[in-house]
């Protein structure tokens, strides 16, 4: 079974500063997928970043990047000059899609207040 | 490319009636899932659809629940004889086969409120 550990329920940034959140996970298994997802207020869960275990190189989307430690199971999302509309809850999630299971393991989620 | 649509957004019952949310996925996403989240939670997986094959159900679907996906399109989940503890957002999501299936897609959500 997967586990997916997010330690901060809330987190605060000012606007244009930059943010870390926090994920570790647990899997015994080599071949896997890490995501964060974006939930607003408006509730829709929208994809942030994708990233497969089996690449080194750190996953990047404009101002989104995270850093994937493979060996510690860490995952965390860092945010560059945050802005208003990233006020959020954030989801840090994995996927195993071994044996023909596709089934995303969700943490708890971090809220995000991105501060004017 | 229209994304995922749940229909209806919100429904509020009494307890003990039964109740049907609606998906309809990405176009040519031949995956769909159900994942139920309550307040201050992560969403849990419910259960999985290749085409219109139900290939996994968690435990958390119990005899109650049913789900369908009868022509490898729109999806339904009924839920029957509603208890106070069914209300949460059900989540819809969905996924293609072809970009191997590993991101995937959420809707808006159904609220159900069961007084």
């Known amino acids: 079974a997967q586990t997916v550990t997010q330690s901060q329920p809330e987190m605060s940034v000012q606007e244009a500063e930059t943010v870390t959140l926090s994920c570790t996970y647990d899997t015994s298994e080599n071949n896997y997928y890490l995501f964060w997802y974006k939930q607003p207020p408006s509730r829709q869960m929208i994809l942030v970043i994708r990233q497969e275990a089996y690449k080194q190189q750190n996953a990047t989307e404009n101002r989104f990047s995270v850093n994937f430690q493979k060996a510690a199971k860490s995952f965390s999302l860092k945010i560059s000059d945050s802005q208003l509309g990233d006020t959020a809850m954030y989801f840090c999630?994995?996927?195993?899609?071994?044996?023909?299971?596709?089934?995303?393991?969700f943490g708890k989620g971090t809220k995000l207040s991105v501060i004017p | 490319d229209t994304g995922v649509s749940q229909d209806p957004r919100h429904k509020i019952t009494k307890r003990g009636q039964n109740v049907t949310f609606r998906c309809d996925p990405i176009?040519?996403?031949?995956?769909l899932y159900w994942y139920r989240q309550t307040l201050g939670q992560g969403p849990e997986f419910l259960t999985y659809?290749?085409?219109?094959?139900?290939?996994?159900k968690s435990r958390l679907l119990s005899d109650r629940f049913s789900a369908e996906r009868p022509k490898g399109s729109f999806s339904t989940l009924e839920i029957q004889r509603t208890e106070q503890g069914d209300s949460a957002m059900y989540l819809c999501?969905?996924?293609?086969?072809?970009?191997?299936?590993?991101?995937?897609?959420f809707g808006e959500g159904s609220w159900l409120t069961v007084v």
């Open positions: 176009s040519e996403h031949n995956r």
């Open positions: 659809f290749q085409n219109e094959a139900q290939l996994e």
């Open positions: 999501a969905s996924s293609s086969e072809n970009n191997g299936g590993n991101t995937i897609y």
């Open positions: 999630a994995s996927l195993y899609s071994g044996a023909g299971s596709y089934q995303l393991t």
